[in-house]
């Protein structure tokens, strides 16, 4: 048995899909030359016929995961998040004055309470007026 361990390259988006493959394989051999009446019969050791349904093999590998029993990630994720801004809790704003500052940090933190949540993505929607600078982004375990 040959035993291969694939790594995907980071960043890669589908290592939650399986990877499907397709074996197939021949015997390389030299042609049989007609035999002359009455001649000597080649060695039918050297020329080995080929199972042509055992040529070919499909087969799926997937990808390691700490899902459970059934593979499937049942995640529990919550969201909270907060800008380091005066807030008016009045009203629940917070309050931006235009020049008193040059960034403005957006704090969130992602908890989950059940099994992994591999590949997840957090859109976070802004006002056309600002740009959003990742630079600065921290991820924690």
Not at 53 to 80: M, Y
Not at 112 to 124: C, G, S, W
Request: some cysteine; aromatic content about 10%.
């Amino acid at each position: 048995m040959i035993l291969h361990f694939l790594h995907p390259q980071e960043g890669s988006r589908y290592i939650l899909r399986a990877l499907r493959f397709k074996l197939t394989y021949e015997i390389i051999q030299k042609e049989p030359r007609p035999v002359p009446e009455g001649g000597p019969l080649p060695n039918i050791n050297e020329y080995p016929i080929l199972n042509q349904k055992g040529a070919l093999r499909k087969f799926e590998g997937t990808f390691a995961k700490d899902c459970g029993n059934d593979t499937i990630c049942n995640s529990d994720l919550h969201v909270t998040g907060s800008l380091e801004l005066e807030e008016d809790t009045s009203r629940g704003v917070y309050l931006l004055r235009l020049g008193e500052y040059d960034t403005v940090p957006l704090l969130l933190e992602v908890t989950n309470r059940k099994e992994p949540a591999y590949m997840t993505t957090l859109y976070v929607r802004h006002n056309e007026a600002l740009f959003f600078d990742p630079t600065d982004s921290e991820v924690s375990n």
